[in-house]
């Protein structure tokens, strides 16, 4: 991966991360389309810039993330991420087998779309309008949701603002909700992406891949810091998104892009 390549990915990271669009799968359409899919850095690279996406959540909501007296609030969230933990460690074979096929994820990209134009169908009487009501086995449950993310292609954001809304959420409490869990869950993928996991290709641990070289480095700062700025700006766009329009045009965005994808796929790998 060269330098250009790993702004265009970190740039991609920052817009679809919070949005129902499912980061990943956009990230590794960029890393196949380049053909770097397979190399261990670029693996890690697309992880470990989710730090700089996880400081965008906290530094627009830092009122919340740093009122520590609201215990109450740090034990939601800290019970919300248990379920992804631990599916994530059991699974994280079968998750990395996934992410080298783009086909398969460019068809979960239009089933999500689908499921997105008529969501707000199935959930019509919404009760809970902010976060201090949601109890913690609503956000246990919120959890659970997330953890079909875990199919490249799905979207942590868009499994669990669904399941927020499963749980009476509304849609703008949801899709806050959704950016608060993104917290200690990115953070858990990338401390073990970064220092507990060997990744198979090189044998080594992220860490290690980071040190590599000085362009390693320089990619890893640069990459972060554009997911950061970025994510900040499609956040903000995304709220505004949902509280006129809903989920629909997202919805619209997965099938088009997936089919355009799929096409292409299907066409020239």
């Known amino acids: 991966m060269d330098f250009f390549q790993s702004i265009i990915i970190a740039i991609i990271e920052g817009l679809t991360e919070y949005l129902p669009v499912s980061s990943t799968a956009h990230m590794i359409f960029a890393s196949s389309y380049y053909g770097i899919q397979e190399d261990d850095f670029v693996k890690l690279f697309q992880v470990s810039i989710q730090f700089g996406a996880i400081l965008a959540v906290v530094a627009l909501y830092w009122k919340k993330f740093f009122d520590f007296s609201r215990l109450g609030f740090y034990i939601k969230l800290a019970c919300a991420v248990v379920p992804a933990l631990i599916l994530g460690y059991i699974f994280d074979d079968m998750i990395d087998s996934a992410l080298g096929d783009p086909i398969p994820i460019a068809i979960v990209l239009i089933v999500g779309g689908i499921i997105l134009l008529f969501v707000e169908n199935f959930f019509t009487t919404p009760q809970i309008h902010k976060e201090e009501d949601i109890t913690i086995k609503k956000a246990v449950t919120i959890g659970f949701w997330q953890c079909l993310a875990m199919m490249p292609g799905t979207s942590r954001s868009a499994a669990s603002i669904i399941g927020g809304m499963q749980q009476k959420l509304t849609r703008e409490t949801a899709a806050e909700f959704s950016f608060f869990l993104a917290v200690p869950t990115m953070a858990a993928v990338t401390v073990y992406s970064v ?12 860490y290690e891949l980071l040190l590599q070289s000085n362009d390693n480095i320089k990619m890893f700062i640069v990459g972060n810091i554009l997911a950061f700025a970025v994510s900040i700006i499609a956040i903000k766009g ?24 799929l096409a292409y796929f299907t066409t020239y790998k």
């Open 195 to 206: 220092f507990v996991k060997t990744y198979h290709q090189t044998g080594l641990k992220g």
């Open 238 to 261: 995304f709220i505004g998104v949902i509280k006129k329009y809903g989920f629909k045009p997202w919805g619209w965005y997965r099938i088009i892009v997936g089919a355009v994808l």
